[in-house]
């Protein structure tokens, strides 16, 4: 802690100088009256250990390609395969591939994998989503006080 009055790093003595208390070292507390030992507040403060790190890094999302359907069926038909014959090589049903292939179905990232490797099409595309601006990192050096941070905290945790 630093006194109020020089800035020196030192034992503070909480001091009413002039009508204000301030948390002054010892040489400066002669210049009023001492109320009693500062207690430390910096050391109190505990680490910013509630930011999970995902929140900070950005997030890469798997999503199907809107256009699946049609990439689906001009490959399959491209490859001389009826619907039946798709679905049986990649251990699906006939009526899954249909719906797939009229857009009434998105397939799962995992089947939407399998149909890629069978097919050598693209149908997975990862998004990259912008990582959340972190703030209060410099809970420490910011200047606020204990009670602030703690506020801050509560609020900014969801
Ligand atoms: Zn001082």
Redesign the pocket.
Known sequence: MQ?D????E?ELYRTKIEGTVLN??K??SGYGVVLGKAKPQTPNIPKQVETPRSAEEPEKIETIVPDFAQIIRKKREQMGLKQEEFAKRINEKESLIHKIETGTFTPSIKLARKIERFLHVKLVQEEVVAARPVGFKKTEASGLTLGDAIKIRKKSKK
Do not use: T
């Open positions: 006194c009055l020089c800035g020196k030192a002054v070292c040489e400066c």
